[in-house]
Nanobody, 114 residues
Framework: QVQPVESGGDLVQPGGSLRLSCVVSGIPHDSFRAYTVAWHRQAPGKQRELVASITGRDRPNYPDSMKGRFTISRENANNTVYLQMNSLKPEDTAVYYC?????WGQGTQVTVSS
């Protein structure tokens, strides 16, 4: 059973940084590189939106609205995908979800507030 588990969410001040982690269980380490993994977020009262994705060949993809402050990376040996977030703004407040092999994690809360 594939299961992504997110961590790293926290309360941070505007301008701060966070690194989120997504560990995906249920996929053999030597197969994980075959999977594209993505981060989405959902703010209160809003639809879930794509933040970034990364292919098994380490090719990142960002929607135009997310370019510049977010960096996605992966560590295949540990079935882990990271999301580095810099210069955080209050509007980045959301639950951040990881999806791999069609399975969603339960999310991690990011709150940007002074």
């Amino acid at each position: 059973q594939v299961q992504p588990v997110e961590s790293g969410g926290d309360l941070v001040q505007p301008g701060g940084s966070l690194r989120l982690s997504c560990v995906v269980s249920g996929i053999p380490h030597d197969s994980f590189r075959a999977y594209t993994v993505a981060w989405h977020r959902q703010a209160p009262g809003k639809q879930r939106e794509l933040v970034a994705s990364i292919t098994g060949r380490d090719r990142p993809n960002y929607p135009d609205s997310m370019k510049g402050r977010f960096t996605i990376s992966r560590e295949n040996a540990n079935n882990t995908v990271y999301l580095q977030m810099n210069s955080l703004k209050p509007e980045d407040t959301a639950v951040y979800y990881c999806i791999a092999a069609g399975k969603w994690g339960q999310g991690t809360q990011v709150t940007v507030s002074s």
